[in-house]
């Protein structure tokens, strides 16, 4: 009997262990993931005449993928990538609670420039078809209030 709850015992380790490498495996491909599409929107927006300032904007408060110029506008940029759209397009994950911490952390770029020009957030959602890159900008994805 006790090698039985010692056999159940290490079961139970064994599947614990299990399940946190899967969900280890799962962060790293949209890690993976993720980086692809923020490279195939530099990519992207260059060929659409932006001027990339920024990759990866990182404060304490968050996140912003992307910060360039298109023309004397600044743009905050937020791209979103999904292997389908199974679950809907990825700029629809963009979600108030997003918007806001956006915003705020381009707020805090905006406290580091002298003169402020015209800004606005623009979405780029990349969907994968057939291993090909589905790209769709939003200009404008949403106002500050």
Wanted: with cysteine; net charge positive; charged share 35%.
């Amino acid at each position: 009997m006790p090698h039985r709850k010692q056999d159940m015992f290490l079961q139970k380790i064994k599947n614990r262990t299990q399940i946190t490498e899967h969900r280890t495996q799962n962060t790293d491909k949209k890690k993976e993931l993720g980086k692809e599409g923020e490279d195939i929107a530099v990519r992207f927006l260059k060929k659409n005449k932006y001027k990339i300032l920024e990759k990866n904007f990182r404060t304490p408060l968050g996140e912003i993928d992307i910060i360039a110029r298109d023309g004397d506008t600044l743009v905050f940029v937020e791209v979103k990538t999904r292997e389908n759209p199974l679950f809907g397009e990825p700029f629809e994950s963009v979600n108030y609670h997003k918007k806001r911490k956006l915003i705020k952390v381009a707020s805090l770029y905006l406290k580091r420039l002298r003169d402020i020009p015209p800004c606005r957030f623009d979405v780029i959602s990349i969907t994968f078809k057939d291993n090909t890159p589905h790209i769709q900008l939003i200009k404008d994805a949403f106002e500050v209030l």
